[in-house]
């Protein structure tokens, strides 16, 4: 019943190692939504695709990358993770941009050493 | 000043009470809007939209108030299992702002 999905739940690296989130839905929504939230904080969105259409929030370090091969899928990487990437990374999709309510996956705990 | 701005609390309110709160926008070209619910170390979920009619479900009721720019959250009856932060959402010509959140202790 999983509707979006992220692996891994922890991931643990060390800094200046890339490393790779992964996101997978079953919703077949257009729009798929990459979040960092650090505790006590709001999400904050780092970039979006429209299908194919990638959208980079204006304040998103370079650092950050995404990929989005297929409807499915969408990827976030992190070249070089510094210790202030700490984080939790949500993913979430939605039918439409804007007006449409958001689903959120479980997220992934990132841990840079 | 944030274009979301909700009160952090806590609110600390005794099980079977009712409680509210509000989140305040500062654009007035906002379009769309939703409260989130998320448990601690968990992702949000939602929990409703919030209509210009004014929407309720259950013990929730959620109200827009266009004129002085700020959504509302009643929770009656409150249940042990309503601790929780609350996330304002609102979005406006493909932005999404979330509100930093209002968090909810329900006490026994």
């Known amino acids: 019943d999983a509707m979006v999905i992220q692996n891994p739940r922890y991931q643990v690296t060390q800094f200046g190692k890339p490393v790779t989130l992964s996101c997978s839905q079953t919703l077949n929504h257009n729009v798929m939504y990459w979040y960092q939230q650090k505790s006590s904080q709001a999400p904050k969105l780092l970039f979006h695709?429209?299908?194919?259409?990638?959208?980079n929030e204006a304040d998103t370090p370079d650092n950050f990358q995404s990929r989005r091969p297929n409807t499915s899928f969408c990827f976030l990487d992190i070249r070089s993770p510094g210790l202030g990437d700490a984080a939790m990374y949500l993913c979430a999709t939605s039918m439409g941009q804007a007006s449409y309510e958001q689903y959120f996956g479980p997220g992934t705990r990132l841990t840079v050493t | 000043r944030k274009e979301v701005e909700q009160d952090p609390g806590p609110f600390n309110v005794p099980e079977g009470a009712t409680v509210a709160f509000n989140c305040t926008y500062s654009?007035?070209?906002?379009?769309?809007f939703f409260w989130y619910r998320q448990d601690c170390r968990k992702e949000p979920k939602l929990l409703m939209s919030?209509?210009?009619s004014g929407n309720e479900d259950g013990r929730f009721t959620a109200q827009l108030n266009r004129a002085s720019q700020y959504i509302s959250l009643l929770i009656r009856d409150s249940k042990l299992s309503d601790s929780a932060t609350y996330l304002c959402?609102?979005?406006?010509?493909?932005?999404?702002?979330f509100g930093k959140g209002t968090r909810l202790h329900i006490l026994p």
């Open positions: 959402v609102v979005n406006r010509d493909d932005k999404i702002i």
């Open positions: 919030v209509y210009s």
């Open positions: 654009n007035s070209a906002s379009q769309s």
């Open positions: 695709y429209y299908d194919k259409d990638f959208n």
